[in-house]
């Protein structure tokens, strides 16, 4: 078990080992940095693709046909055919685009996408650099996305694109907000931002997920999560049936590949995040490897977002606005008082007192918050005298 | 590592290429731009001095959150005023803004 | 070893020349779009310069207030207030050629007065982390982080009492 637990360090370490008695010393360092570079160039776009055939038969199933099952085993060279296509395709520039801007949006939303995986713990000592800032970084540079995809939008030159570039603007900057602010209970536990300690902090099933404040500030993290990689419910910047594809409307070939790639490594990096932070990382029962706990989060996290594809219809502007700033973030200040006078709070007073006031404090917001629903119509029908 | 008189040498050369702009520059956005960048270039000074001289280490990138923060809060207000103008005048160059002048 | 510290050292020089190419472009591009991307360039180099002197904590959040947040202010402006492809109009006043001279000036003065002061070094290189800047903040410099806040606020009501579009009604 320790064996399969450690099989990825343990291989690392052979390489280098091997490396050692082979090079000069300078190129093993070289090599001791690239090895989880390559690994991740390799794992994130292999990852993409298997996320879009998961994706494809999940929603299948849900809409009560099989999703893709002509090449291969269940339609398993299915994600492969559709790179050649991708790579055969032609590459269209509009006439009039702003050609540097077009050219450059799809390559570097791409590097930020790459980069996060770094900060990632994917097992016990399976990480890239244990950066004592990991969590801000990850924060940071998925910060950076909305100025690619803006840039994408502008360099277009299509209205359907602007419309959707600046709906991912207004969206992202607003669930920023409530994203970073529901992360400030667990970092005033840990009292680090390293990602390997807060993995740590959670030892025995002492998850955040089963405290109070664990729970809401899950939800408001994933909810905000989903928010940011601009799927359904949330996906106006992309809404296919308002603005045709929203800020990808120009690209073909392998630039809209790469907006898809992107997309899909931060579903994936999102849904690694959460399950860090609130369920433990790769903790778990000892009958499975710590990645295998972790992969198994992860892809639970995936498969939640999918069915919310699969059943939720897409949110109006106004409501998408008004969800972030009325609710969403009064909520997550309440969370980080609360997660404070949990903290001084002996044990079972804590829990009580920390559930009746986030309880009153989500039906206070939801009382605020009420839509207006009109009144029942009633009709009346020509025949009814 | 690297002398400090060489990252005192860049971070001059970042100022004054940030100046530059702000003298030269039309576009509101523009000039906004190059003041960015002279907050950029004092803010590296302010790392580089608690690094290598005899001051409180924290010092240094205290201030400097706090002139990045400030630096937000004018791209903030500065932005809000550009679109006012831009609202009432129909013009982002800084020589047509002349309502003031006689 | 010796090679490895080589490389940092030609790494940490090229980020300063990606910076000041980028600062380039931000200030002398015409399309005011471009010279914003070129601004982008500029602040991940200086986040880069951060994070090559240890300060994490200053890059990271350099990364996300600057480049997630201010940049993403002045694009949006840039989109609400020039229409794609002016390129037309000259985005530099007449005072160009005569500043450039002043700069040059400037960056010669700037160089000599940093080459011919003694600096009082330390014999170790100063790293801090997250935490303890945090502590700073609430300890000794509360004060300056209360009157900041003070004017995130203030700045807050202001750019929204300034940008609202329906001030007649």
Not at chain 1, 215 to 220: A, E, K, Q
Not at chain 3, 64 to 76: D, E, H, Q, R, S
Not at chain 3, 139 to 145: D, I, S
Request: charged fraction near 10%; include cysteine; aromatic fraction near 12%.
């Amino acid at each position: 078990m320790e064996i399969v637990d450690q099989i990825f360090v343990i291989a690392k370490a052979g390489i280098v080992n091997w490396a050692e008695a082979l090079f000069p010393d300078w190129t093993v360092v070289l090599i001791s940095i690239l090895i989880p570079i390559v690994a991740f160039t390799i794992f994130g776009p292999v990852t993409m693709m298997y996320l879009t055939w998961l994706e494809r038969k999940l929603l299948g199933r849900i809409q009560n046909r099989y999703g893709p099952n002509r090449v291969g085993k269940f339609g398993l060279l299915q994600p492969i055919a559709d790179g050649i296509k991708m790579f055969t395709k032609e590459d269209i520039v509009p006439e009039g685009a702003d050609k540097i801007a077009h050219l450059l949006a799809p390559l570097l939303i791409v590097v930020p996408a790459l980069l996060i995986f770094a900060v990632l713990p994917f097992g016990r000592n399976m990480i890239a650099i244990d950066l004592n800032i990991g969590l801000l970084f990850f924060l940071a540079l998925s910060s950076t996305t909305t100025v690619f995809i803006f840039t994408a939008a502008w360099g277009s030159r299509n209205k359907f694109s602007l419309l959707g570039g600046m709906r991912s603007v207004a969206q992202m900057v607003s669930y920023e907000i409530p994203f970073v602010l529901s992360v400030v209970p667990v970092l005033l536990m840990v009292g680090s931002f390293s990602t390997v300690q807060i993995v740590e902090a959670q030892q025995n099933y002492h998850w955040f997920l089963f405290t109070p404040w664990g729970v809401v500030g899950f939800l408001i993290f994933f909810l905000c999560g989903v928010a940011e990689v601009n799927r359904t419910p949330f996906d106006l910047p992309e809404a296919e049936s308002e603005i045709v594809a929203g800020f990808h409307t120009e690209y073909s070939g392998m630039k809209f590949a790469l907006f898809y790639m992107a997309e899909f490594m931060n579903t994936f990096t999102i849904s690694a995040l959460v399950a860090t932070v609130y369920l433990g990382g790769w903790q778990g029962p000892g009958f499975l490897p710590s990645w295998g706990w972790f992969l198994i989060k992860t892809y639970a996290l995936i498969i939640v977002m999918m069915w919310f594809r699969g059943t939720f219809p897409r949110l109006r502007v106004d409501q998408l606005m008004g969800f972030a700033w009325k609710f969403l973030l009064p909520l997550s200040l309440l969370n980080i008082v609360i997660a404070s006078l949990w903290y001084y709070l002996a044990a079972p007073m804590n829990y009580v007192l920390g559930t009746i006031l986030l309880l009153m404090g989500i039906f206070l917001l939801y009382g605020i918050n009420r839509p207006e629903i009109p009144k029942k119509r009633k009709y009346r029908y020509a025949y009814a005298d | 590592m690297i002398p400090l008189t060489h990252i005192l040498i860049f971070t001059s050369i970042l100022f004054s290429i940030g100046l530059y702009g702000a003298l030269s520059r039309r576009h509101v956005v523009g000039i906004l731009i190059a003041v960015e960048l002279m907050l950029n270039a004092a803010n590296i000074n302010l790392v580089v001095f608690s690094r290598y001289t005899n001051t409180n280490p924290a010092t240094g990138q205290i201030f400097a959150v706090i002139i990045i923060v400030l630096a937000a809060i004018a791209a903030a207000v500065g932005l809000a005023i550009v679109l006012s103008i831009y609202r009432n005048q129909k013009t982002i160059y800084s020589d047509e803004i002349d309502i003031l002048k006689w | 070893m010796e090679i490895i510290l080589a490389i940092s050292k030609i790494g940490i020089y090229a980020i300063f020349g990606i910076t000041i190419l980028g600062a380039i472009f931000a200030v002398t591009l015409r399309n005011i779009f471009h010279a914003a991307l070129g601004l982008v360039l500029a602040l991940l180099g200086v986040a880069a310069v951060y994070f090559s002197m240890e300060a994490e904590f200053l890059g990271a959040i350099q990364i996300l207030l600057y480049v997630g947040g201010i940049m993403t202010l002045i694009i949006f402006v840039v989109m609400l207030t020039s229409r794609i492809g002016d390129r037309t109009v000259p985005t530099s006043n007449h005072q160009r050629y005569p500043a450039l001279v002043g700069i040059l000036f400037l960056i010669a003065f700037l160089i000599r007065l940093v080459r011919e002061t003694p600096w009082q070094l330390k014999a170790e290189l100063s790293t801090i982390d997250a935490i303890t800047i945090g502590k700073e903040f609430m300890g000794a410099y509360v004060l300056p982080f209360e009157i900041t806040s003070l004017v995130l606020v203030v700045a807050l009501i202001g750019a929204i009492v300034i940008a609202r579009s329906d001030l007649k009604k």
